[in-house]
């Protein structure tokens, strides 16, 4: 059948030739009246003015350039689907102009065959502005040519755009963005414009003077907002979210500051990663900056000193009007209004359900929000959290990145119920996978006063013996105990000088790779402790520990454990009452290093290949069994009557 087109305008492909063609039989022509069809075919050049049909699904099926002096008119509700190639983009060159008239109920779609990142180039605008390159630099990509010294310089315009699967790969050094924008000048306008899976950079300026406002970025796998030679155009209501792993950062600035402005800009990780980094002496100004779940909220890895830059160079980055801080995860509520993008098909959002940052003030958690703890989220000196019965926290698999932690001063009530136990737990409840939970308090340990814990630099240890850190009740931890070094590990619970006045009940640790809880001194006590398979010791105390465990439940069941109980330091005479630990694997049961002891009420063990080991001594003179002091490792003393938890359903809680 014979077919005939119309060419739109576009009179010769790069080479020379008509592109915007299809096959033809010669023996089939339409008769008269017959509307001709519309070529769908898009590669070539574009020398004249050309405007697209909406009603045509178009095939890019290499590279559309369009050429100085010509307009591409792209309207309302066009898409656009590129084969898969490096050859594969649309460009618009220096003194070309593109139209992008989307609306929100009919945005312009350009995507892929597959919608896979890297799939094609993505879209390329070439100006005549300002860039520390020069005038008519050579782009990386195609030997395009870009800029010049007309900062108004007009590109044409873009509404409601939504870019896919861009960022193919040109060489081992450059990739293609989604959108890429050459010296482009403030002439051009540009707006609602969304970039989703992209193999590099959803948006990357080089130069220019342009500004976008609403900007939707999700899962570009190298930085979502990208800039360098000296842009200083603007970026207004921006949401970044991350919910891959692997991706560099939300920002990347490089090279001269010339002062970028970026107003409301909410960025999003479900996978921890680097927020905001800046090269060289880039930098910017940031007012309306939300971060939530980065493990790193500001990265200067050209700083003297990566770990501690100077104010000085702090200085050329200036968030909500002061210095950035690195110190601080900006962790505040969202600054951009999501419904913005409601016009993007497919979008995801994380909205309120991510802990990270500091907690100052009062802060109550939601029973009915399935929260996401992506880094450490940490009470401050007179803040207090509230987590209420039921509420549910996916701890992100990030090691030592991930925990929970109240300062000395701060406060945490834990208020689960026995029918509604408040579960903390990574997604897939392996050891090691998070740091757990951390309490820091003014009670008194014989390490001294104010001391340096040896996990995150937390300060703890008073006078105050009846100091209270708040209550935590019915609550089941899994999955704890990442390693910080070589020496020392997260705990499921850790209790660092935490005092009498803290009340602790209902507490179970399960598949932790260090202990299940440990006092660092203090004089808190615990009622009804579950320790299930903690890789190193289920219950272990330090620095004088002074308080009273109730009802504690042991199970190994998997070898490699070090042991139920490990004691260190000087003895307090801590309080074990009703203390059962279960062995199928063997091992050790109770461990007193130098002087520690304690004293036992109703021990039962069973199963373990040693009930007793004292590496620094040979006789457990500290150790008093039901008001008897023990004379020897071999006394059988440990046949008490095991612990009934038939009633204690709340753990076998999950996420």
Known sequence: MKKSFIKISVLASLFGAMVLTSCSNNDDNPGPGTEPEVESELEGSVSENMTLNATVDYELTGILSVESGATLTIPAGTKITSNRGTDHYIVVQKGGKIAV???????????????????WGGLLLCGNAVTTAGANA???????????????????????????????????????????????????????????????????????????????????????????????????????????????????????????????????????????????????????????????????????????????????????????????NYNVPATVDISLFDWVSGKDTVEGNILQGTVEGDVTLDASVAYELNSSYIVQPGASLTIPAGTKITARN??????????????????????????????????????????????????????????????????????????????????????????????????????????VENIAVINGADDGVEFFGGTVSVENLYLENNE???????????????????????????????????NKDPKLINFTAISTVGGTALQFKKESGASFTNIYLEGYDTNVDLPNRTEPTAVNVDDVEMTTVDDDVFNGTILDISAWTWISATL
């Open 536 to 570: 190193d010791d289920a219950v272990d105390w330090t620095e004088g520990w002074s308080g009273t465990v109730t009802n504690v439940y042991v199970s190994h069941t998997i070898a490699g454990f070090s042991t139920a109980v490990e004691a260190d330091g000087e």
């Open 101 to 119: 008239n989307g609306t929100a109920n009919n945005p312009v779609i350009m995507t892929s065959v597959n919608g896979e990142p890297g799939d």
């Open 138 to 328: 050579t782009a990386e990509v195609g030997g395009l040519i870009y800029g010049g010294s007309d900062n108004a310089d007009n590109s044409g315009s873009i509404d409601y755009l939504v870019i896919e699967g861009a960022g193919a790969q040109i060489n081992t050094e450059s990739q293609y963005n989604g959108l890429t924008l050459y010296a482009v000048g403030s002439g051009t306008q540009i707006s609602n414009v969304a970039i989703i899976d992209g193999a590099d950079d959803g948006v990357e300026f080089f130069g220019g003077s342009v500004s976008v406002e609403n900007l939707y970025l999700e899962n570009n796998e190298d930085d979502a907002i990208d800039w360098t030679e000296g842009w200083d155009g603007g970026v207004k209501n921006a949401y970044i979210l991350h919910t891959i792993e692997g991706f560099s950062t939300a920002f990347e600035g490089d090279n001269v500051n010339n002062w970028p402005t970026f107003e409301n800009i909410t960025a999003v990780s479900e996978t921890g990663g680097t927020a905001l980094q800046f090269k060289k002496q880039s930098g910017g100004v940031i007012t309306g900056l939300s971060l939530q779940g980065y493990d790193v909220s500001i990265d200067l890895p050209n700083a003297a000193d990566p770990l501690n830059p100077t104010e000085t160079e702090l200085a050329n980055i200036q968030i909500e009007g002061e210095n950035a801080n690195p110190e601080s």
């Open 398 to 503: 990030g090691g030592t990145d991930v925990y929970i932690a109240v300062l000395k001063g701060g406060t945490i009530n834990i208020e689960g119920t026995e029918e509604n136990p408040v579960v903390m737990a990574s997604e897939g409840g392996n050891p090691g996978d998070w740091g757990g939970l951390t309490i820091c308090g003014e009670a008194t340990t014989t390490a001294g006063v104010d001391v340096t814990a040896e996990v995150g630099g937390f300060i703890y240890g008073g006078t105050d013996d009846e100091d209270s850190s708040g209550v935590v009740k019915n609550l089941v931890i899994i999955g704890t105990g990442a390693q910080i070094n070589a020496e020392s590990q997260y705990n499921g619970v850790s209790f660092y000088s935490v005092g009498s006045g803290t009340v």
